[in-house]
């Protein structure tokens, strides 16, 4: 979510499509519902689209109401509205399957995707980009980053920090389930010791990651990759990704598609489509996101991308729908206290 170019932020307000299925559909169109930052102009949605429909002519429609969580809640109140899915992730992978509204494919180019990378081995969710949680920072502002997350409750970083609600935001989830994976049961007294640092909580990553690069904030909850976007459009390494020795969370995001479409065929072209080197380079430079495909080639800018010497796999309550709701509910109770 995150990730698309700066300009969005300011911006994406006023370019969030929303496409309803209504009668005046025609033949060979695809209603695809995805979170905001994908389908907006600056986003990977809109050139994938494009060349969707120049190669296949199936026009593409993006139902974008939100943040990922946003989309499969709508998704699941109405799945008749939709065909395809985009931008489920490994946080929601237990809701999207004990949702029952994903029908599987397996679509031959998984072949050419590293097994690390497949989250559902019963192909409901296929992988199309991947990245890495990271604390950013605005090294003109910090001199000295956190190097762990129990370094970041520091009080060198009181009120420094922006993080995304895990109820309304996919990073924000992915940061609690991070905390979960380095703490086990003790995460809630993590987070009573970080409560210091924290100096808003937002909705989103747009809203968020705005607070960093407008200078309202020295810290900010995004991806290790998000250094490559300021090297890539604006030519400065102002921006950075700490390290932790914690290890660092990788996000797969996927895409599925729904179970009862009339446009079967359709959506898994489109699937095969978001797999092929056009869109998965696409995806790099617009989602500022990792191929999962091999052998994408990839400009220097992503050198600049954070290489976590330590990956951390996802808490295995993470694919508990019971224990994933205890959770959430647990973090909003120290957050109203």
């Not at 703490?183 to 924290?198: A, F, N, Q, S, V």
């Not at 479409?261 to 898994?268: I, K, L, N, P, W």
């Amino acid at each position: 979510m995150k990730r698309t170019h700066i300009l969005f932020l300011f911006l994406f307000a006023f370019c969030q499509p929303l496409f309803p299925r209504g009668d005046g559909d025609v033949a060979g169109k695809l209603v695809v519902y995805t979170y905001d930052s994908f389908s907006s102009e600056w986003g990977p949605g809109s050139a994938i689209a494009a060349a969707f429909l120049e190669e296949t002519g199936i026009a593409i429609e993006f139902n974008a109401p939100g943040d990922a969580i946003t989309t499969l809640n709508q998704l699941i109140r109405d799945k008749s509205r939709a065909d395809l899915i985009i931008g489920l992730d490994n946080s929601l992978l237990s809701r999207a399957l004990d949702a029952d509204i994903l029908e599987p494919y397996e679509t031959p180019l998984l072949e050419l995707v590293s097994p690390e990378y497949v989250i559902d081995k019963s192909n409901r969710l296929i992988p199309y980009d991947y990245g890495y949680f990271a604390i950013c920072y605005d090294s003109q502002l910090l001199e000295t980053p956190p190097t762990s997350l129990e370094n970041l409750t520091s009080k060198a970083y009181a009120q420094s920090l922006v993080l995304m609600d895990p109820r309304t935001s996919t990073p924000g989830l992915g940061f609690l389930l991070w905390t979960i994976a380095v703490y086990g049961d003790r995460w809630p007294d993590y987070w009573e010791r970080l409560k210091p640092t924290i100096l808003t909580i937002t909705n989103g990553w747009s809203q968020g990651y705005t607070l960093l690069v407008t200078g309202e904030a020295p810290m900010a909850l995004s991806y290790g990759t998000s250094p490559v976007y300021h090297v890539e459009y604006e030519g400065n390494t102002r921006y950075k990704a700490a390290e932790f020795s914690d290890g660092h969370l990788m996000q797969i995001e996927s895409m599925g598609i729904v179970k009862g479409t009339e446009m079967r065929r359709e959506a898994e072209l489109f699937i095969d489509f978001m797999l092929n080197e056009f869109s998965q380079k696409i995806l790099a430079m617009n989602n500022i996101m990792l191929p999962v495909m091999k052998n994408v080639s990839l400009p220097a800018s992503f050198d600049a991308a954070l290489q976590p010497g330590k990956i951390i796999p996802y808490p295995s309550l993470a694919t508990n729908s019971e224990e994933f709701q205890r959770i959430i509910d647990n973090w909003t109770e120290i957050f109203s206290q």
